[in-house]
């Protein structure tokens, strides 16, 4: 019989019991405004304050009435009891109410992330969450822009949201035949997700929860904008399950080893189910997916590659072959004249609706010129 913990008082509820946070009634022991309203301003116990905090708005879109995934739940949470427990251990402020949080607060703690040379992404993330728990406890639009912080001529200013590099598998000279069969030989589940990875683009989190029946549907039924992207074809994958932001779509499928791909996942996959050992929660599997491809060498630290990097492969190969060139993070010194078609490909590839997201993908084409635009340039 499984036993369902309960957290100890005085803990930050998280999104790990199973869904999102349940109102609970005025006034009783768990109702986030009255154990607010029975700490003091400046408690020693900041832990409880940020808890009913967590526990009221945790769920909320930052900017929409809707809610959040449990992926952004956790982070919020996560980042935010670091951040109190840092800046009351070691900066002045060691008795600040998380209800008191100031500019002064944000300042002190980002010295500390520039002393750590933490990443632009990173640092303009922080600022985000804070942002939003500034939204909570009634102070929006406290948090200022990075550039406010650390400087408009700081590196850290604005984070750049085009590739400079490209992040695939075979640009870090990795074998992709080669290693998924070495970690299909670790674990055969973990090798289907890493191929679904490989062959349609998927992220980790897609693979994972990837429900083949059904899946495979005809022209007619496709989304119009993944139809119309690629009239040559008649078959497309729908992905509903782990997408971002839960939006579905269509990705074509275009080659014979994807339908060999296909076949073997549904030899190995009972109907309804998700590509992945029968009886593993969610969390297990992804703990098992990360766990066997780091086994294998693919991270960071190893051979310069993550999962994602299949995500880049997939979309910058597509690229290449629609465009009749390689893409600028593959060394283009030119636009190919088939660049914006190939990109609206590459977009709804991915799943975007923004032409302009290729370019964290594929890089900026306005490093390239089209060969006709600079036959023109009179310079």
């Known amino acids: 019989m499984t036993v369902k913990q309960v957290p100890r008082a005085g803990t930050v509820p998280g999104p790990d019991g199973g869904g999102h946070a349940r109102r609970h009634a005025a006034g009783s022991a768990r109702d986030p405004d009255a154990i607010l309203a029975r700490l003091p301003m400046g408690t020693r116990d900041y832990v409880r304050v940020l808890g009913a905090i967590l526990l009221k708005h945790n769920h909320e879109h930052s900017a929409k009435h809707k809610g959040v995934s449990f992926k952004t739940m956790r982070d919020r949470e996560r980042f935010l009891v670091s951040f109190f427990r840092e800046l009351r251990r070691t900066t002045q402020y060691r008795r600040v109410d998380p209800r008191q949080l100031a500019n002064r607060h944000i300042e002190a703690m980002l010295e500390r992330w520039l002393a750590r040379k933490l990443a632009t992404a990173t640092i303009h993330n922080y600022l985000s969450f804070l942002r939003t728990f500034a939204g909570w406890i009634g102070k929006p639009g406290m948090v200022r ?32 035949a080669s290693k998924i069969a070495e970690i299909a030989a670790l674990d055969s589940w973990v090798g289907l997700q890493v191929e679904l990875c490989a062959a349609f683009g998927m992220r980790g989190k897609e693979a994972r929860h990837f429900r083949l029946h059904g899946a495979v549907i005809a022209r007619e039924a496709a989304n119009p904008r993944d139809a119309t992207a690629f009239p040559e074809c008649n078959a497309f994958l729908r992905i509903v399950h782990g997408t971002k932001g839960g939006r579905p779509r269509d990705v074509p499928i275009r080659t014979d080893a994807q339908r060999e791909l296909l076949e073997r996942v549904a030899a190995s996959v009972a109907p309804g189910m998700y590509v992945g050992r029968p009886g593993m929660t969610a969390q297990q599997s992804q703990s098992r997916f990360y766990y066997v491809i780091r086994k294998c060498g693919i991270s960071k630290k190893q051979l310069g590659v993550v999962a994602h990097g299949l995500r880049h492969q997939h979309v910058n190969d597509a690229f290449e072959a ?43 084409p306005s490093t390239t010129r089209c060969p006709a635009e600079a036959a023109n340039d009179p310079t």
């Open 145 to 176: 822009e990075p550039q406010h912080y650390v400087g408009s001529e700081s590196q850290h200013a604005h984070r750049s949201q085009v590739a400079t590099r490209d992040h695939s598998w075979s640009a870090h000279e990795v074998d992709i």
């Open 322 to 364: 629609d465009a009749g060139a390689p893409s600028p993070v593959r060394g283009a010194t030119s636009r190919a004249a088939g660049d914006e078609a190939a990109r609206q490909r590459a977009a709804r590839l991915l799943g975007h609706n923004r032409l302009q997201v290729t370019s964290c993908y594929l890089g900026s």
